[in-house]
Nanobody, 123 residues
């Protein structure tokens, strides 16, 4: 089992920046891929970004490309999401997820999830 805990959410204004963290514990050696998803009220969970835990290769949703940066610190077993130029449409609960498989943009591709952290961007 892998346990994931997100932190860093909050209320910011449009144009501001925010950095989310996801601390992993447990059988972290079994992880191959980690990702960020988000879910706004009344909407389905949406892919944001993914990173290969070992090689560090990344992939982003078009809606965040150029504004968000996913990274990881293997020594700390922690993944990050640096969010710049935030927009009101970025408002959602942000979840981190982990998988033993290859990077995927569907939630069904991940079997470990955190509890989520709220990000609210005011206009």
């Amino acid at each position: 089992q892998v346990q994931l805990v997100e932190s860093g959410g909050g209320l910011v204004q449009a144009g501001d920046s925010l950095k989310l963290s996801c601390a992993a514990s447990g059988r972290t050696f079994s992880m191959n891929t980690m990702a960020w998803f988000r879910q706004a009220p009344g909407k389905e969970r949406e892919f944001v970004a993914t990173i290969n835990w070992r090689g560090g290769s990344t992939y982003y949703a078009e809606s965040v490309k150029g504004r968000f940066t996913i990274s990881r610190d293997n020594a700390k077993n922690t993944m990050y999401l640096q969010m710049n130029s935030l927009k009101p449409e970025d408002t959602a609960v942000y979840y981190c997820a982990a998988s033993q498989g290859l990077p995927k943009s569907q939630p069904s591709g991940y079997n470990f999830w955190g509890q989520g952290t709220q990000v609210t961007v005011s206009s």
